[in-house]
């Protein structure tokens, strides 16, 4: 229970493992999303005639073992963004580290924003000290403020334009205090959904934070889940799919 409290600032083994499984299971949980295409398999509503057909050459043209095929699903996107920024240095170890699973076990992309939004994803896959110090350098906080909406147009716009759709999931790490304008925030967020994506925000407090941007964009988010350690990452597992 200790461990599970750590704030994020140290991280031993033991804890890493725990994050690991936690990744793995919410992994999991994440609903696919049926594509076009069609996969051989054992049972299925669809007759493979093709491949029914072969089979029955070793059969002497019986067809005895009809092979089907099923809709082919695949899992959903995953796109991280965590503010790094000042207010948010008391929670960037726990955020990173966070994010670091899921790219490892959900194949997700994960951002860094503060006053502008830089993609880690390939830091995340390493973990060496060299590394540390990139990521170090990047999320060093900046003293112009968070502008949290104009990085999630950046984001929706250039960096995931072809890959935001119809399930992705986009999860924000943020305590929702953006030094842009408060209407901006909420027509960022409708632009992410407009494609289909379900947008989650996880905040470091108690209570949803009153920031008067994410207030006003509360409409665009589809549930907010507090992320101050291990354990509440454990208690939101069920939440997540």
């Not at 669809?46 to 067809?63: F, I, K, N, Y």
């Not at 955020?95 to 830089?118: C, S």
């Not at 008067?212 to 350690?229: N, T, Y």
């Amino acid at each position: 229970e200790a461990l599970q409290q750590r704030d994020g600032q140290m991280w031993l083994p033991q804890e890493l493992s725990a994050l690991r499984q936690l990744a793995r299971q919410i992994t999991a949980k994440l609903q696919p999303k049926a594509t076009r295409r069609w996969r051989c398999a054992p049972n299925g509503r669809r007759l493979d005639v093709r491949q029914t057909l072969r089979g029955s050459v070793a059969c002497g043209g019986e067809l005895a073992q009809p092979s089907w095929r099923v809709k082919r699903t695949e899992p959903p996107r995953l796109f991280i963004l965590a503010d790094v920024s000042r207010s948010m240095e008391s929670h960037a170890a726990l955020f990173l580290r966070v994010a670091r699973a899921f790219a490892l076990e959900a194949d997700a992309r994960v951002f860094v924003f503060h006053t502008r939004l830089a993609e880690v994803t390939s830091l995340m896959h390493r973990d060496t000290a060299a590394v540390q110090e990139k990521v170090n350098a990047v999320t060093a906080g900046f003293g112009g403020g968070t502008r949290i909406a104009a990085s999630l147009q950046d984001f929706s716009r250039n960096h995931a334009r072809a890959q935001i759709n119809r399930g992705a999931r986009v999860w924000v790490f943020s305590d929702g205090f953006d030094t842009d304008e408060p209407a901006l925030l909420g027509q960022a967020l409708k632009e992410v959904r407009a494609r289909g994506a379900r947008v989650t925000w996880f905040h470091p407090t108690r209570q949803v934070p009153e920031a008067a941007a994410l207030q006003r964009a509360r409409g665009s988010i589809e549930r907010f889940v507090p992320l101050a350690s291990l354990a509440d990452l454990a208690n939101a597992r069920a939440s997540l799919h």
